[in-house]
Nanobody
Framework: QVDLVESGGGSVQAGGSLRLSCAASGYTYSLGWFRQAPGKEREGVAAIYSDSRSPYFADAVKGRFTISQDNAKNTVYLQMNSLKPEDTAMYFC???????????WGQGTQVTVSS
């Protein structure tokens, strides 16, 4: 099992920035971020991989969000710039331990963007 601890959510105005952090208790093949807004399905936002695979970004966040990882700390960061009200959601960190799918999930951190 991999424990995940998220931090960095909050409230900002449109156009602002936030950085989310997710600390994993151990090695994983991939760490990703998902989000879920009220009344909507959970969607993938971004993911980063421990091999040479390029990071994944949802079309809705390309060019605005970046993802990075500190391997020494088993921590992944989601830098969110040019935030829009439609980015408002609960953001969840997830771990894919072996390339077979995201099996472990954090508790979530709320991001609210006001217009």
């Amino acid at each position: 099992q991999v424990d995940l601890v998220e931090s960095g959510g909050g409230s900002v105005q449109a156009g602002g920035s936030l950085r989310l952090s997710c600390a994993a208790s151990g090695y994983t093949y991939s760490l990703g971020w998902f989000r879920q807004a009220p009344g909507k399905e959970r969607e993938g936002v971004a993911a980063i991989y421990s091999d040479s695979r390029s990071p994944y970004f949802a079309d809705a966040v390309k060019g605005r969000f970046t993802i990075s990882q500190d391997n020494a700390k088993n921590t992944v960061y989601l830098q969110m710039n040019s935030l829009k009200p439609e980015d408002t959601a609960m953001y969840f960190c997830a771990a894919d331990p072996d390339g077979m799918g995201f099996a472990w999930w954090g508790q979530g951190t709320q991001v609210t963007v006001s217009s």
